[in-house]
């Protein structure tokens, strides 16, 4: 079936350390992107791609980094910069060129600093 | 500055009733706009696409008016029951050519047996 997902659904950091989640998708899209959602609050925009080893900073993209270097994944790394890194991340994926397409959705990653 | 507003307070209703849920905007141009569900702990579904130079869409139970003038899309979920009972999220497109969906903050639906 195809689909997107994200690894590890549930995820608990130190202070002061990177970690990085994970997003790939068999769905074939070129577009990729990273949201952060917060309780009460909309998705924000972190990264987006829309084409292989070339990615674009979204709203909040300060304290975070990616990479796009397969067509299928796009990992997300919360650095130790990201001053409140505590927050579910939502992947997603779309075609690229359809200007109103869908985005399809990971089921998120909750990433908890302790 | 650009700004989309669902209404934060949880829709509570009875089964069988039409739920009505709302989105504005401001100093937006979308050509479209769509609408989400998402319930506790996963990833938003999508649901509805509809176009600028369209008023109303239909799918099941589910109907959708997008009023430019107003700036303004209304939900409605027909017959509603309570696995339609979640968080519904309207989403608008960036202008300027890229593919790049706003998020409103989402409208609790809440349907009682």
């Known amino acids: 079936d195809g689909g997107i997902t994200q690894s590890p659904k549930y995820l608990f950091r130190k202070e002061g350390q990177n970690v990085t989640l994970s997003c790939e998708q068999n769905?074939?899209?070129?577009?990729m992107y990273w949201y952060r959602q917060d309780p009460g609050q909309g998705l924000r925009l972190i990264y987006y791609s829309q084409i292989v080893n070339d990615f674009q900073k979204g709203d909040i993209a300060e304290g975070y980094s990616v990479s796009r270097e397969k067509k299928e994944s796009f990992p997300l790394t919360v650095t130790s910069a990201q001053k409140n890194p505590t927050a579910f991340y939502l992947c997603?994926?779309?075609?690229?060129?359809?200007?109103?397409?869908?985005?399809?959705f990971g089921e998120g990653s909750r990433l908890t600093v302790l | 500055s650009q700004k989309i507003e669902q209404n934060s307070e949880a829709l509570n209703i009875q089964e069988g009733k039409t739920a009505t849920l709302t989105c504005n905007y401001t100093n937006y141009s979308p050509a479209y706009l769509q609408w989400y569900r998402q319930d506790p702990g996963r990833g938003p579904v999508f649901l509805l696409l509809i176009r600028e130079n369209e008023k109303e869409k239909r799918k099941e139970r589910l109907k959708v008016t997008f009023d430019t003038t107003l700036k303004q899309s209304l939900f409605h979920i027909t017959a509603s029951q309570p696995a339609d009972s979640a968080t519904y999220l309207c989403a608008l497109d960036s202008s300027g050519g890229s593919y790049i969906p706003t998020f409103g903050r989402g409208t609790s639906l809440i349907v009682h047996p």
């Open positions: 769905l074939n899209h070129d577009a």
């Open positions: 997603a994926s779309a075609r690229q060129g359809y200007r109103a397409g869908e985005l399809f």
